[in-house]
């Protein structure tokens, strides 16, 4: 059974920072491509970062020089540091793993809110 476990979410003010970790079980996560995605309230799903299995790293125009991808495949977990947020950041965020049309995952979310 494939897992995803997100975590490191939680209320922090404007300009301030968190790290945010996606752990996986019953996957190899240097198979696949890792994504954060993100979900605000009446918004649709955006994605933040994508990182290839050779640790090439995107990023959506909105966090680009903000935020930062990253993996460690020894311990099958993808992070993303998030810097300088601000209340538009304000989100479930989402890691996802995807290996193929038919091989996508996602995890259940963690809160990020930024407020004063």
């Known amino acids: 059974q494939v897992q995803l476990v997100e975590s490191g979410g939680g209320l922090v003010q404007p300009g301030g920072s968190l790290r945010l970790s996606c752990v996986a079980s019953?996957?190899?996560?240097?198979?696949?491509?890792m994504s954060w995605y993100r979900q605000a309230p009446g918004k649709q799903r955006e994605l933040v970062a994508v990182i290839t299995r050779g640790g090439n790293a995107n990023y959506g125009d909105s966090v680009k020089g903000r935020f930062t991808i990253s993996r460690d495949n020894a311990k099958n977990t993808v992070y993303l540091q998030m810097n300088s947020l601000e209340p538009e950041d304000t989100a479930v965020y989402l890691c996802n793993a995807q290996n193929g049309p038919s091989m996508l995952h996602w995890g259940q979310g963690t809160q990020v809110t930024v407020s004063s």
């Open positions: 019953g996957i190899i996560t240097s198979r696949y491509v």
